[in-house]
């Protein structure tokens, strides 16, 4: 069996991908032009919305749509710890307070209850992440979110194509923003969506994603566009590149393949660490259907003479490369110095942290890359191994909680 390394992630680019980027150079439109606006539609044909506005990143997509259900300096809005720094930062943008939540230690996602005690009168929205994939508990995020009339903006970086009780991903929240990053299931390289039923919303996030200018800012040097524009409001330049579109309307075609190959893989694991009492396996609610963008394996700590750090050396030499979702946000430097969080503050995120490893999880691995993953995994809880005695487990547990 090939030793090579298994990177943690490969993009699937293929000759159709390179011959849409290639027509795209050659005809003199490189930047926001038609093929940026056909992404669009057919993205929300895809997803079933009626409004998709293409950007130049989820990062642009969630801080767009902050702006267009009016954060403002202030103002609160909640965002799990257990997440990448982008969720947070755009709410800094406004100079609002990203109030942070612990997760659900299962699905990693945040945790509804959290979410409810978070509420002040200066909550103004909360960014539920879809975590690897799996859609949050949105029966429960909404109905919290109607009660105390908050705006849900959907982090769904990790979640295409996703579904929450038979809704898809992108159609029942206030607004969802997707991420095209290399990693994700389908990529423009840098590139980000957000999908929205509110046609105002849709426009005040189109105008401010190219400099605030009126509309079809884009159409200016087209035949049937004008010179002439009027600014609205300071903007920023988010828009999406037609060469960025042409990658990723190829890519749309083959978004339920990717999953599929990547829900198969996701099902080669589950099996492959079943017997394992060292792994935990991603746990997955009923009525979601997941994106697989992540498989996040924790290690059962009390079972092993080694930690996190040490076990994802021992896979770099098996030549595997892993990650690591999330450090959670409360114990960067920058949130901690600024707001005061202790890593005791959101008790399930710090204990998971500890425990988390990211496997490879990609349509271009091959059976034997998934098979030489499990059978390193595998091989390394028994190397390491802890002789487990019922006794240390109580005894640990008990100095974790003090
Ligand atoms: C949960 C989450 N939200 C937002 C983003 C930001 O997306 P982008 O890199 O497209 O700006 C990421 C990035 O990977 C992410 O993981």
């Known amino acids: 069996m090939s030793n090579a390394f298994i990177p943690f992630h490969v993009p699937?680019?293929?000759?159709?991908?390179?011959?849409?980027?290639?027509?795209?150079?050659?005809?003199?439109?490189?930047?926001?032009?038609?093929?940026?606006?056909?992404?669009?539609?057919?993205?929300?044909?895809?997803?079933?919305?009626?409004?998709?506005?293409?950007?130049?990143?989820?990062?642009?997509?969630?801080?767009?749509?902050?702006d267009a259900v009016g954060v403002k300096e202030g103002d609160e809005v909640i965002v799990p710890t257990m997440t990448f720094t982008a969720t947070a930062e755009v709410v800094l943008y406004f100079k609002a307070r990203p109030v942070l939540v612990d997760c659900q230690p299962g699905t990693l996602n945040i945790d509804p209850e959290h979410i409810t005690r978070a509420v002040t009168p200066k909550t103004k929205a909360m960014?539920?992440?879809?975590?690897?994939?799996?859609?949050?508990?949105?029966?429960?995020?909404?109905?919290?979110?109607?009660?105390?009339?908050?705006?849900?903006i959907e982090d769904a970086a990790h979640a295409l194509p996703a579904s929450?009780?038979?809704?898809?991903?992108?159609?029942?929240s206030d607004i969802t923003c997707f991420s095209f990053y290399a990693t994700k299931t389908i990529t423009t390289g840098e590139?980000?969506?957000?999908?929205?039923?509110?046609?105002?919303w849709a426009d005040r996030m189109r105008m401010?994603?190219?400099?605030?200018?009126?509309?079809?800012?884009?159409?200016?040097?087209?035949?049937?566009?004008?010179?002439y524009y009027e600014v609205h409001s300071p903007g920023y330049k988010y828009n999406l590149t037609d060469l960025a579109a042409a990658l990723g309307l190829v890519q749309l075609v083959k978004c339920e393949r990717f999953c599929d190959e990547r829900k198969r893989?996701?099902?080669?694991?589950?099996?492959?660490?079943?017997d394992v009492p060292a792994i935990r396996r991603p746990v997955v609610r009923p009525g979601v259907q997941h994106a697989w963008h992540?498989?996040?394996?924790?290690?059962?700590?009390?079972?092993?003479?080694?930690?996190?750090?040490?076990?994802?050396?021992?896979?770099?030499?098996?030549?595997?490369?892993?990650?690591?979702?999330?450090?959670?946000?409360?114990?960067?430097?920058?949130?901690?110095?600024?707001?005061?969080?202790?890593?005791?503050?959101?008790?399930?995120a710090t204990d998971v942290f500890e425990r988390i490893i990211s496997l490879p999880i990609y349509p271009r691995m091959s059976e034997a890359d998934v098979e030489r993953v499990i059978g390193a995994v595998r091989n390394i809880a028994q190397q390491y191994r802890r002789s487990f005695s019922k006794q240390s487990a109580v005894s640990r547990k008990q100095s974790q909680r003090q």
């Not at 027509?23 to 057919?42: Q, Y």
């Not at 539920?128 to 908050?150: M, S, T, W």
């Not at 893989?265 to 079943?274: H, K, M, R, S």
Request: hydrophobic share 40%.
């Open 265 to 274: 893989i996701a099902e080669l694991y589950d099996q492959g660490f079943g």
């Open 294 to 348: 992540l498989y996040v394996i924790q290690l059962e700590l009390d079972r092993l003479r080694i930690g996190r750090n040490e076990f994802i050396e021992a896979l770099k030499n098996e030549n595997i490369g892993t990650s690591v979702h999330f450090i959670p946000l409360h114990l960067h430097p920058f949130y901690k110095k600024t707001f005061g969080y202790k890593p005791g503050d959101f008790p399930a």
């Open 12 to 66: 699937d680019i293929g000759e159709d991908e390179i011959q849409s980027v290639v027509e795209t150079l050659r005809s003199g439109w490189l930047t926001t032009g038609i093929k940026a606006k056909k992404f669009e539609e057919e993205f929300a044909a895809y997803i079933g919305s009626p409004h998709a506005v293409a950007l130049n990143s989820g990062t642009a997509a969630l801080h767009l749509a902050l």
């Open 164 to 172: 929450y009780k038979g809704r898809r991903v992108g159609t029942f």
């Open 208 to 227: 401010m994603s190219l400099h605030g200018i009126s509309k079809d800012a884009w159409k200016r040097y087209t035949a049937e566009g004008s010179w």
């Open 191 to 200: 590139g980000g969506m957000a999908t929205t039923e509110n046609p105002e």
């Open 127 to 152: 960014i539920p992440v879809d975590f690897g994939g799996q859609p949050c508990d949105y029966d429960l995020i909404l109905e919290i979110a109607r009660k105390h009339d908050l705006k849900v």
